[in-house]
Nanobody, 123 residues
Framework: VQLQASGGGLVQAGGSLRLSCAAS????????MGWFRQAPGKEREFVAG????????FYADSVKDRFTISRDNAKNTVYLQMNSLKADDMAVYYC?????????????????WGQGTLVTVSS
């Protein structure tokens, strides 16, 4: 599967953005999906994950109650709605797809990665 992330940009602190990740192929609902981010000089970190059906979601503590992950299997797309953005949220955001087991929180559980989209938060 190929993943194309979009929706990043410049936003003021307290503002909102919605990221999208479009997947190629006809088996999108076979993949659990995740969003990760990487800030300059920092390791890639888990942000949010969603099961194949969308029935289960997972969040990092730092984004819980501010970010919402969702998916539309008919459109082969996963979304990340980001509200109340903070300077600490500034990073390149990556979407990823996983076929097999392992924790949604671990980057190693994911088989495919998108190219990333930059989110810049101004204070």
């Amino acid at each position: 599967v190929q993943l194309q992330a979009s929706g990043g940009g410049l936003v003021q602190a307290g503002g909102s953005l919605r990221l999208s990740c479009a997947a190629s192929g006809r088996t999108f609902d076979s993949y659990g999906m995740g969003w990760f981010r990487q800030a300059p000089g920092k390791e890639r970190e888990f942000v949010a994950g969603i099961s194949r059906s969308g029935g289960s979601t997972f969040y990092a503590d730092s984004v819980k109650d501010r970010f919402t992950i969702s998916r539309d299997n008919a459109k082969n797309t996963v979304y990340l709605q980001m509200n109340s953005l903070k300077a600490d949220d500034m990073a390149v955001y990556y979407c990823a797809a996983r076929l097999y087991g392992g924790s949604y929180y671990w980057p190693r559980s994911y088989n495919y990665w998108g190219q990333g989209t930059l989110v810049t938060v101004s204070s």
